[in-house]
């Protein structure tokens, strides 16, 4: 009888299962990782351990990889399938010599010296009861808990009291056949794998659990002794006329109102409360890109998360994620709004800091809260804001607010060592539950101030909400951006730091904008968002079940054949089963009239359906501009489609945070693949419409309408009134489009939305188009063109409207 068949361990590996409950690192090892199924696997392990191989065998067993119990058999040369740095430790004295690891090694090595065609993977395996990260101050705990190298008894506890918590990482597999032939098979080469072995263990720990937690008084403590705050402290004495010791209070209770008080204790609480709440609400969550993350934790890069805000879920689900992907969840900077009663504790125990919405040229508050946001890169731990200041409300990215970005560049350029890199993230959903909340706003409704009250009435609301998104985008190193931006910026800023640069500013506007296009560059197409955008292009919100399915056929192809970015994802299925999911969620209606089903959005809805179409409408920007253009035009030409993209694409960037680095590359890809579907045929001096074509293309082209009706207006106006005022163009902007709405049914908050024609006219300064009697050709020859793809109806309505405004 073998070893780990026994009676006495299999009775142990017994009792074990019924402790333990594993969570595998990542969820899918042959996806995210390069592990090939069809080459042998030999794991290795930082400590001998008879309970971390029975949950490592659990765990391979579901994988459908090979059990740590079944050697490798190479010819006539048996493998331990299990590779340990350093033998077990013993209650008391000295634990075994790694020779064996080495010995076993070396073996391997000669093995692939020998055969050539054998190519074995070394897959790392780390192995966590707990992610416990230990305090500065927290002797006892560490005494008892020795989670690295614990003796038999310690891991006796630690299963006991921390089985739940269980967690398995799989690293990328390194293949032993490439590293004999490119560093040789001597026993030199064994030495050298184990020490980058132990370093990639400490790493890898490193990021599971985080930094030590520190003490939060000697935090306070050490803060104040900085020289900013002291600074800062003599300066609310001195303008105030108050002591030192008063103003020492005064910033010691900004402290208390500002810092986190994270609980490991209360993440572990949270993980099954939000478990619970996930499987209740959401039938799924959908995860891309966080392979990549993980990557640069285990680098040692300072990661500041910098994800969209569309609902109060947001940092729930975020924190959720990356501690189940083996990452720390991070602290989040929250609108002081948030801290009530009994949430507000929480919150902060679970990482929150606090912010005021606005600083009011409080200069020790500021210094207070740069200092501390200085001292939580310092010692690592990851950082979470959102860029947008507050959740959007119409579905669209709103324009950034930059303080939060600034003060992360601050910290930059006082020379933090480690590289500092932001992380867009997109977050999505079949349902969010505030936006019918939101649109009451729009229209003009009081906010509600959050409380305790508002917490449980949502609790109520609680159903099915379908599909969760987290889509993790490119990652933006905030050192090379400077570099890039400004080569010489280290030696300005150790002579101009005390002097803010001028060009700092540009700076964090210019990586403002490039977050928020690259959290739109990783956009969920799911299955509410697209059905939504295909019902909202039709005139009475309503189509034919097979002609709906059909378009989100099209779409669905358009959005994998030529993708907008490779790091946006695209929901599962045909146009089919997309529609039953929607209809499951009761976003849709169906009604059967006698002749077939009919698909439609309920006329009380259908203005909180926007919201979902405007999360992914800039997916379909440039599609739509092309099908505009194809069945606008009389005689389409590649040429003249890429004048119209040409003189758009700044505004719809400027709008929609669009990131399409070759635009007409990408427009030339979109009308082939036209043409492969059979909607447009000829060549590129004229493309016609087929009779298959009408329908799609004409829905695609809807998709825009709107937005070219809000270009038509400004630019008839700058036609009308070249001297026009930002402020007046902005205001008579906004009222020709409310007449417009009112006079043809247009129902979207954002066609209303001051704020957006605030940034169009901002945009539209940048590009000389203000108050700027020599670009009138240009003005006129972007109005004909927009004018020319409206509706003869809403043309004359815009046209007649703006003359008006030229004799007023």
Sequence with gaps: MSTHTSFWLSSVRWLQRKLVHTVVVPQEPFADLNLDGERPVVYVMKTESCSDKAALADVTDKLGLPSPYQPLMVGDHTIPRVMCLEGAKPLFGARKQDQAYLSTF?????????????????????????????????????????RESPSWLRKFLMI???????????????????????????????????????????????VMTGPVLPNRQALFAELLRSDNIQHAIDEEAASKKISSSEARHIAEKYLDEIAA????????????????????????????????????????????YVPCHRS?????????????????????????????????????????????????????????????????????????????????????????????????????????????????????????????????????????????????????????????????????????????????????????????????????NGLANKVMTRINNAAAATAVTLTSTVLLATEQNALERGKLEHQLNFYLDLLKEVPYTGFISVAEGDGASLLQQGLELKKFCIQNDGIGDIVSIDENVAVTMTYYRNNIIHLFAIPSLLACCLIGFENSNREQMHQVLQRLYPLLKAELFMGCQQIQDYADKLLARFAAMGFISGDEQQWRVTPEGELPLTLLAEVMSETLQRYAIIFNLLAAKPQIERGDLESESHLLASRLGRLHGITAPEFYDK???????????????????????????????VNQLLTPQVRQTIVASAEVQQES
């Excluded at 269980?166 to 050298?192: R, Y």
């Excluded at 890169?377 to 860029?387: C, L, R």
């Design 106 to 146: 070396s073996q391997l090595l000669n093995l692939h010296k020998q055969q050539p065609e054998l190519d074995v993977q070394l897959v790392p395996v780390s192995l966590y009861w707990g992610r416990t990260p230990g305090k500065e101050d927290d002797t006892m705990r560490a005494a008892v808990f020795e």
């Design 160 to 206: 006991l009291f921390l089985g739940r918590d269980n967690f398995v990482q799989f690293s990328n597999a390194v293949s032993v056949k490439l590293m004999a032939e490119q560093h040789g098979t001597d026993e030199t080469i064994a030495h050298k794998l184990s020490r980058v072995a132990r370093v990639h263990f400490r790493r890898q720990r490193k």
């Design 261 to 304: 008080d994270y609980s490991d204790g209360l993440i572990r609480v949270s993980e099954r409360l939000l478990t619970w709440l996930w499987n209740k609400l959401y039938s799924g969550i959908n995860i891309k890109g966080a392979e990549q993350i993980r990557q640069l934790h285990h680098d040692g890069h300072e990661i500041v």
């Design 312 to 508: 109060h879920m947001d940092y729930l689900l975020l924190s959720y994620i990356l501690y189940f992907q083996g990452m720390v969840p991070p602290h989040i900077a929250a609108g002081i709004n948030l801290n009530f009663w009994p949430a507000g504790p929480m919150f902060r125990r679970g990482g929150a800091f606090f912010i005021r919405r606005s600083f009011n040229g409080n200069k020790l508050y500021t210094a207070v809260f740069k200092e501390y946001l200085d001292r939580l890169f310092a010692k690592g731990y990851s950082v979470e804001y959102f860029t947008e200041g507050g959740r959007s409300r119409t579905g669209r990215l709103l324009a950034p607010k930059t303080g939060m970005l600034a003060m992360t560049m601050h910290s930059v350029l006082r020379g933090i060592e480690r590289p500092v890199t932001l992380v867009p993230v997109y977050l999505g959903y079949d349902h969010v539950m505030e936006v019918a909340t939101y649109l009451k706003e729009l229209r003009g409704k009081e906010k509600k101030k959050e409380s305790v009250w508002q917490v449980l009435g949502a609790v109520r609301k609680l159903g099915n909400f379908g599909q969760g998104y987290v889509n993790f985008g490119e990652p933006i190193n905030l050192q090379q951006f400077l570099t890039d931006l400004q080569p010489e910026w280290r030696t300005q800023v150790n002579a101009e730091l005390e002097q803010k640069p001028a060009w700092l500013t540009p700076a964090v």
């Design 755 to 785: 704020k957006l024609y605030s940034m169009l006219s901002i945009k539209l300064k940048e590009l000389g188009y203000l108050n700027n009697n020599n670009n009138m050709e240009e003005i006129s020859a972007v109005r004909d063109l």
